[in-house]
């Protein structure tokens, strides 16, 4: 069974400050894929990143940056000199193949509250 | 060029009574994937249609049934209501031959059940 942990329930940072996201996931199938959203207030899930198995190179795009580690079962996200804006619940997901995405087992979220 | 939407945005129903929750895709789009999302937890899925059917399910009864409309878009039917299907209801479309990964969701429904 699939499972994913994140273990922060809760993160208040002041802005400018870099906050790091973890997420810790559990499978058994050798191919699989992972992924972190954004939910603002607003409702809308937001996707930003899609990574899988295969590829455990660092992404950076612009102030966020993603750190997958296969040997620790990790796909941790950061971002850098935080804003007002990034206020928002973040979700990471793990889905078993891409075709069947839309099956992806989600944590329970993060939300990251940055005061000015 | 619209986005997902649905409506209603907000619903309040009683126990036992039935649902219909709707979503529009984005332009272009012919997948539509279901999700329900309990307050403080994540989205669980529900179900994916693709061509008018079922594709995909995930771990809900038989009172959740979809439909899938010619013009891509979607119904969402919940049957003898529960407390517990109290949640935000997400909607979320991609087209099929790009991949499911790239799905754009809509802002939910908000369903109260009393």
């Known amino acids: 069974a699939q499972k994913v942990t994140q273990a922060q329930t809760e993160i208040s940072v002041v802005e400018k400050e870099d906050v790091t996201l973890d997420c810790v996931y559990e499978t058994r199938d050798t191919t699989y894929y992972l992924f972190w959203y954004k939910q603002p207030p607003s409702g809308e899930l937001v996707f930003l990143i899609r990574r899988n198995s295969f590829d455990e190179q660092n992404e950076i795009s612009g102030r966020y940056s993603w750190n997958f580690q296969k040997s620790t079962s990790s796909f941790n996200f950061t971002i850098t000199a935080s804003q007002v804006v990034d206020s928002a619940v973040y979700f990471c997901?793990?889905?078993?193949?891409?075709?069947?995405?839309?099956?992806?087992?989600f944590g329970d979220g993060t939300t990251l509250t940055v005061k000015p | 060029d619209a986005g997902v939407t649905q409506s209603p945005t907000h619903l309040i129903k009683t126990r036992g009574q039935q649902v219909t929750l709707r979503c529009s895709p984005k332009s272009g789009h012919d997948t539509v994937s279901w999700y329900q999302q309990a307050l403080g937890q994540g989205p669980q899925f529900i179900f994916q249609y693709y061509e008018e059917e079922e594709r995909q399910r995930g771990n809900f009864p038989d009172r959740f049934s979809g439909h899938q409309f010619p013009n891509y878009s979607s119904e969402l039917n919940v049957n003898a209501l529960l407390l517990g299907d109290s949640a935000l209801y997400l909607c979320?479309?991609?087209?099929?031959?790009?991949?499911?990964?790239?799905?754009?969701f809509g802002p939910g429904t908000r369903l109260t059940v009393t």
């Open positions: 997901a793990l889905s078993e193949s891409l075709a069947n995405a839309g099956k992806s087992t």
């Open positions: 979320a479309s991609s087209l099929a031959s790009i991949g499911i990964h790239e799905q754009y």
